[in-house]
């Protein structure tokens, strides 16, 4: 499952305002991450906010401190953004190949025609 999928779940789960399925979604994206191969350093970085946005989110519902889904939340609005930046990325690469903007660029700019 993707980071952005993880944060939708996760967001989805909150809505619910079920104990139960947020913590399911929290186990989902946080189960054995380490291994677990990035394909960019952005993406690793978006995994390392996902991880602390669970481990956020896991205090506060042991003590039963979540806000409300239509509360204020930085948690909230970095899942969202979460969220939309990765499925933008990956709708991107499918888009491109597999490949990166740069790197699609990049190829075609060294085979151009020499003069």
Same mark, same amino acid.
């Given at each position: ?23 399911? =979604? ?7 991450? #380490? +291994? $677990?191969?990035? *394909?960019?350093? !952005?993406? %690793? ?15 506060? =519902? ?7 889904? #239509? +509360? $204020?939340?930085? *948690?909230?609005? !970095?899942? %969202? ?35």
């Amino acid at each position: 499952m993707t980071i952005a999928q993880h944060a939708t779940n996760i967001l989805d789960a909150w809505k619910v305002q079920d104990g139960s399925v947020l913590g399911a =979604a929290l186990e989902s994206a946080s189960n054995p991450r #380490a +291994g $677990r191969y990035f *394909a960019s350093r !952005l993406e %690793s970085e978006q995994g390392e906010v996902l991880e602390s946005i669970v481990d956020h989110l896991r205090a506060l =519902a042991s003590r039963n401190e979540l806000p409300r889904p #239509a +509360g $204020r939340s930085g *948690a909230l609005a !970095l899942l %969202s953004h979460l969220s939309s930046t990765a499925a933008a990325a990956e709708a991107a690469a499918q888009n491109t190949g597999g490949k990166t903007l740069e790197e699609k660029f990049s190829n075609s700019a060294t085979n151009l025609p020499k003069r």
